[in-house]
């Protein structure tokens, strides 16, 4: 869908070129996030998000790096940029990430540690937290295996956004949180 304002023609349908972090827990999620058009993007949970976001990372802006950016390039030299929400320093100066999330999900919680260990793993930092502004819950993140998610997120963004095609498909845990679900599993489509 195309509109026209005055001299400009936008296009609604074009791809927003865009991927997050929790996008590249599969190739195939990021392929079709990457690609996903702006006029899906959005809505009012994200909005809410922003504003309950500013109200909490304003009280730690003192003490913590807010909206932390992480930087990965890839081997065809698109560079995607994601940002932790805090990096913050504690008493004896070791680093750790805070990820903020109006509610934790039960559901959605792998997906929620795993963007809280791709950060740890980017920014070289041993120690993640992730909080859940609704209940007031801290989960601590584990440390282990850092180097095979920083390997996997590396493997995932290359082929979400360097390939030409669409990546295979690989049925796991992730599936059953994926919003492309019907999509991916479409015989049609593959």
């Given at each position: ?72 390039s890839?081997?065809?030299g ?43 793993a980017?920014?070289?930092v ?33 082929k ?31």
């Amino acid at each position: 869908m195309k509109v026209r304002i005055r001299n400009m023609e936008i296009d609604l349908d074009a791809p927003i070129r865009r991927v997050g972090v929790v996008d590249l827990i599969c190739p195939r999620r990021g392929w079709w996030a990457f690609r996903e058009p702006v006029r899906t993007m959005g809505d009012e949970m994200m909005a809410v998000g922003v504003v309950m976001h500013e109200g909490v990372l304003g009280q730690v802006s003192d003490r913590c790096e807010v909206e932390k950016r992480v930087e990965v390039s890839t081997s065809c030299g698109v560079v995607r940029r994601f940002r932790a929400d805090a990096v913050c320093r504690d008493e004896d100066g070791g680093r750790f990430v805070v990820e903020v999330k109006k509610r934790v999900n039960p559901r959605y919680m792998p997906l929620y540690l795993w963007q809280v260990r791709v950060y740890m793993a980017f920014l070289n930092v041993e120690r993640g937290y992730l909080l859940s502004v609704e209940d007031g819950r801290v989960y601590e993140v584990s440390s282990e295996g850092l180097e095979e998610v920083r390997e996997v997120f590396i493997d995932n963004l290359e082929k979400a956004v360097c390939g030409v095609g669409l990546p295979g498909r690989r049925v796991g845990v992730w599936c059953r949180l994926c919003k492309y679900r019907a999509r991916c599993f479409n015989g049609t489509l593959l």
